[in-house]
């Protein structure tokens, strides 16, 4: 018999996804992504100054506001083959690394670990029972019995003031949770010290970005703080010192608790690092730039084909041919058509005309773009991003593979290959392997600054200059979430054409011109589904990307709500 | 003192679905707030917001609301019908500001008391710009605010 479950939405910010599965004997058996919103949004920047394209575009997306804005200053040096000051290479670093842990953390206990953790089996937990099971796999502090039990105390006054609603649906009870009432409790009480945790890196991004949730700081040709060692407006070294207290808070909170919990989910769960497998070719770009032309990185990214460690090969710089001839677009399933019979398009010269059917199973069925990469989908994402690293003999990379893969063999006896880091808790793994990875650069940038600004370079910023006629540029950064480039063509000084194809499009997108699905309906061909009503497993496999549908539409939806009475004033 | 937020949510570049925010800038050039009021230009994020909203006793949100009501309506709702609008299907978690009053409530530091001005939007499509008829009530939208924190201690007053 066959089951058809639409899970619509999945998310509800991002722009609404939309699931379709349909389930055979207990498994899915075919997978539809869709983007329900049109994303035509980079219309908006179209004649404009390119300079001003950052603040603009920032607000495409709800979530990665920050890494939208980075990479369209990025796009427009590159065109202009402009160099950006070390103290600005330094601070965007810090941004971008910073922005990356919040993200994670947030990732991790906020958005997902409610799909493996039952709450409510968290209040018949013995508190002192759970404190020493913390206790027994990390010195984490916030692990005491008083923890514990204080806990247990707030989520039972939660429980009973009938507020649990509030976390719409959540699947307590279900047969797919498998943690002991001990264990969940322990989760509880990290998911509220990562509220914490993730506030301290908000406040890092916050600090040097003047505001957050939309950064005020970047500029084409650098960032527009002025450092000065004394003034009090200005990044100051006591700003600098402030910010390292907060790098250090977030460390802790990664190293003793994130990273530990992750690996007792993975430990807790091994059935799912065989389920959830996406494409298996995977891209990433470096990130990272220590230098002013940006031809040094500290982060590795290129293309691996296969899953095959030996055969990588590194893209060495922003806009390298090898990146920008790869890329490529096609709308066969998706909701545009483009004026030529064109399979696919190049960003540069990418269309984003709207030919609305309505949902079609074999037609077309989404908002997003398929794009490919000579030809074929890849995945993007930190699992891209951890392979290019253990593939290049990155070191902190290699290093934090092992932690983990030693941590979950001290947990489960069993161990996670690379190759396990291609399914759903796989994905959570090479989340944190690459936050602790990027926390190492946090670090290390911050010295950097510090160091460059003892020097007496203060420096932040090259005034760009357009030329007439026409240039075209790409400005890429690996994102929280994966690749995402921004693709700009200037004619005269203005904005002639524009395209962001975001890590979101990469996987969500529905089956390209030749047919192949790409990472999100890839992954969940297999995924068991024990209850058709409560589809926990799909989600689980679906949350594990960190799905983001960069279109950010999220307009309150109280049509269908009969619960509240309105009076229109 | 207790600490009040107005939060203006949206996105800009769809025009009316941008309403909060404009509603929020409007607000703090038009008219000097008291200390321990702060306006927040939420944009369309979400955890983000937990720092800000962390607690606040008295929170008052803006946003573009779709109930139905004929175009450029303006609703006020309070108290627990709030969560209930900002409740969607099926996920345990959505981002947004659903999730950040359920975590903050979970922690137990969620606002004490939330009022939620709505406006039905005329249009979404892409431009910087509100619809005519929004924009004509933006003002009305600012007064709401401003007699919100009369009420909850905190007046504003009208710049010359």
Redesign the interface.
């Known amino acids: 018999m066959t089951t058809r479950i639409t899970?619509?939405?999945?998310?509800?910010?991002?722009g609404h996804l939309r699931i379709d599965v349909e389930v055979e004997n207990g498994r899915v058996a075919k997978s539809w992504a869709s983007g329900q919103m049109w994303r035509?949004?980079e219309?908006?920047v179209l004649d404009r100054d390119p300079r001003d394209a950052w603040a603009?575009v920032q607000?495409?997306?709800?979530?990665c506001?920050t890494v939208h804005a980075i990479a369209s200053v990025r796009a427009v040096e590159e065109a202009l083959e402009l160099e950006v000051p070390l103290n600005a290479q330094y601070i965007r670093n810090m941004v971008l690394t910073a922005h990356t842990l919040?993200d994670h953390i947030?990732h991790f206990y906020?958005?997902?670990a409610?799909?493996w953790v039952d709450v409510v089996s968290a209040t018949k937990a013995n508190p002192t029972k759970a404190a020493r099971f913390a206790e027994s796999i990390s010195d984490w502090e916030g692990n005491s019995p008083a923890v514990m039990a204080d806990t247990q105390k707030?989520?039972k006054?939660?429980v009973a003031s009938g507020?649990l609603?509030?976390?719409?649906?959540?699947?307590w009870g279900h047969p797919a949770m498998k943690l002991s009432p001990e264990v969940n409790l322990m989760a509880v009480a990290h998911?509220?010290q990562a509220?914490d945790a993730?506030?301290w890196a908000?406040?890092i991004v916050g600090t040097l970005g003047s505001k957050?949730?939309?950064i005020q700081n970047l500029a084409v040709g650098g960032v527009s703080n002025p450092i000065s060692t004394d003034s009090q407006s200005v990044l100051t070294i006591e700003r600098l010192l402030e910010i390292k207290e907060c790098i250090d808070k977030v460390g802790a909170f990664l190293h003793n608790c994130y990273f530990v919990d992750v690996a007792a989910i993975a430990a807790s769960y091994p059935e799912w690092s065989s389920l959830g497998a996406g494409v298996n070719d995977f891209l990433s770009t470096p990130d990272l730039p220590t230098d002013t032309k940006g031809t040094q990185f500290m982060m590795p990214g290129g293309f691996l084909h296969g899953g095959d460690l030996a055969g990588f090969r590194k893209i060495s710089r922003f806009g390298d041919p090898y990146f920008t001839d790869g890329v490529a677009e096609s709308v066969k399933h998706s909701w545009y058509t483009y004026k030529s019979n064109d399979g696919e398009l190049k960003p540069w010269r990418g269309e984003t005309t709207p030919a609305y059917t309505d949902f079609q199973d074999d037609g077309k069925y989404s908002w997003v773009k398929s794009p490919t990469y000579y030809g074929r989908p890849a995945q993007v994402g930190p699992i891209a991003s951890v392979l290019a690293g253990v593939a290049s003999g990155h070191q902190t990379t290699r290093l934090y593979v092992e932690r983990l893969s030693q941590k979950i063999h001290t947990l489960s006896g069993s161990k996670i290959s690379p190759a396990a880091l291609n399914s759903t808790v796989g994905r959570h793994a090479a989340r944190v392997i690459r936050a602790c990875v990027v926390y190492e650069d946090l670090q290390a940038n911050w010295k950097l600054l510090m160091e460059n600004i003892g020097k007496g370079d203060v420096a932040t910023f090259n005034k760009p200059t357009f030329p007439k006629g026409e240039i075209a540029g790409v400005g890429q950064v690996e994102a929280p979430r994966g690749l995402l480039s921004h693709w700009v063509v200037i004619k005269d000084g203005r904005i002639a054409n524009y395209q962001a194809v975001v890590p979101s499009t990469w996987l969500a997108a529905p089956k390209n011109d030749k047919g192949q699905p790409a990472s999100y309906e890839v992954a969940l061909l297999g995924t068991p589904v024990a209850d058709p009503e409560r589809p926990l497993e799909a989600?689980r496999t679906i949350?594990s990307f960190d799905p983001c549908l960069a279109c950010?539409?999220?307009?309150?939806?109280?049509?269908h709500?009969t619960?509240?009475q309105?009076?229109?004033? | 003192m207790s600490k009040v937020v107005v939060l203006g949510i949206g996105n800009v570049l769809l025009s009316d679905e941008g309403v909060g925010v404009h509603a929020v800038k409007a607000l703090a050039q038009q008219y000097d707030l008291a200390d321990d009021v702060h306006v927040v230009d939420g944009g369309t994020t979400g955890m983000e917001l937990v720092p800000e909203l962390d607690e606040v006793e008295h929170l008052i949100v803006i946003d573009a609301l779709r109930i139905g009501q004929p175009p450029a309506s303006i609703v006020r709702l309070e108290g627990d019908q709030v969560p209930a609008f900002f409740k969607t299907k099926l996920s345990p978690h959505q981002v947004g500001l659903s999730d950040v009053l359920a975590a903050l409530a979970f922690k137990g530091s969620a606002p004490s008391h939330v009022v939620l001005i709505g406006v039905q939007p005329v249009t979404l499509s892409l431009g910087f710009e509100l619809s005519h008829a929004v924009k004509a009530r933006l003002d009305e939208v600012v007064s709401l605010v401003v007699s919100e924190l009369a009420v909850s201690g905190h007046p504003a007053r009208l710049r010359a």
């Open positions: 899970i619509d939405p999945v998310t509800r910010i991002e035509g949004i219309k908006i603009i607000r495409i997306c709800g979530v506001t919040h947030v906020q958005l997902s409610l799909d707030r989520l006054t939660f507020q609603g509030i976390f719409t649906n959540g699947y998911y509220l509220l993730q506030r908000n406040k957050t949730p939309h989600l949350h950010a539409v999220h307009l309150t939806d109280a049509e709500k619960a509240v309105v009076s229109v004033l």
